[in-house]
């Protein structure tokens, strides 16, 4: 009996040090981190309609422009080097690149944060700062404000969805392992084609829920390709080096470029999309689902 109850304090104990840890460890890592934006970002955009201003990093090509231009979101853990590095990687190819942070003033490499500022972080408030680098696109001589697109990564793929139902605009839309949508009339009302990248081992989202993905895109007669890469975890579109060291991710960066290129750099400037009230409620099952995939799970690998 006494053991027993030994061992019962001891797991209480450990409970208790794991309570009190975790908001300590968010509350440092805020306190800590504060500067850490600073080194990421080159640009403030005026906020539109009195919101705040939005920070973001903007890559632009060689050359005078009009360019097609990418608005490309971050992954759960807030704006960091892989981004910057993807954000100028896809700028020598031709094309303005903005990654704005989404999380306003914060990043970090600590999961419980992470999960902490996407948890905090309101979809509405997303996309008002979203429509702030829209406008402040539009106004760019060096922007062709025709051909604006929106790519992004993880909770940024997700994001670049909710924004291309937010703003009927968007020329096109890139998600890369992002929650979907698969009711085709809402899908119904995306303004231009959309590409779809995940990988199976991605236990955050089911090869099934993809699936689904697609036949609704399909019923929703939206110009779209969904794959599917063998073998591949979430997030497994890491980095520069890893995309130039060719693989999944080299291929999957290839087929973003083609994408890119057919529908937003050579695109008639047409849209098909309205305008629509879309507030998707928050799933808590995918960010946990997500959290373990950087865990411990398949998208574990990442370190930066």
Known sequence: MKTFKRILLGLLAVLAILILFLP????????????RLDALVNTTVPGLNGGPDVRAYVARPEGEGPFPTVIMIHEFFGLRES?????????????????????????????????????????EDVNADLDSIYAWLETQSDVDANRIAIAGFCYGGRTSLVYSLHNNKLAATVVFYGSPETDPEVLKNLPGPLLGIFGDADQSIPVEEVQAFDDALTEADITHTVS??????????????GIQAGGAQGKAWTEMLEFLDENLKNAPSSRNGKSISYAAEFDWYYYAMLAYEHAFGSASHQHH
């Open 24 to 35: 300590l460890s968010i509350f440092a890592d805020s306190l800590f981190g504060a500067s």
């Open 83 to 123: 981004i910057i590095g993807k954000a100028d990687l896809l700028a020598k190819e031709g094309y303005i690149v903005v990654a704005p942070d989404t999380f306003r003033g914060s990043t970090t490499s600590w999961i419980p944060r992470a999960i902490y500022l996407v948890s905090n972080t309101k979809p």
């Open 228 to 241: 599917i890469y063998a073998d591949q975890p979430h997030a497994f579109v890491e980095d520069v080096a």
